[in-house]
């Protein structure tokens, strides 16, 4: 496991002041993956902005895991959406 591209739950959770339940609770639910290796498990670095912004749903505006998991969802489909957008506005730009 190449050790720059990841960061320990225990190290993550103590910087943000969180418990590593929390972090067991997202990966159970599906919102997170975590890897384990040798009894340590650990988050992967393109994993982080989607956790802490997880972490601020649930500890700033008290949302609890299934709301945070449709709003999740929600985010996704936007994204997609946004994605579409642009690739549709591409393909009228080239046929202008």
């Given amino acids: 496991m190449e050790q720059y591209k990841y960061i320990e739950v225990r190290d993550f959770c103590?910087?943000?002041?969180?418990?590593t339940q929390f972090i067991v609770q997202l990966h159970d639910t599906g919102l997170i993956k975590v890897v384990k290796k040798e009894n340590t498990e650990y988050l992967q670095y393109d994993e982080l902005p989607k956790v802490e912004k997880i972490v601020r749903l649930h500890d700033d505006l008290n949302i609890n895991l299934e709301g945070i998991d449709v709003i999740n969802?929600?985010?996704e489909r936007v994204e997609q959406m946004q994605n579409e957008i642009i690739n549709l506005k591409n393909k009228l730009d080239f046929y202008e």
């Fill in 14 to 19: 103590v910087s943000h002041g969180i418990s």
């Fill in 73 to 75: 969802s929600l985010l």
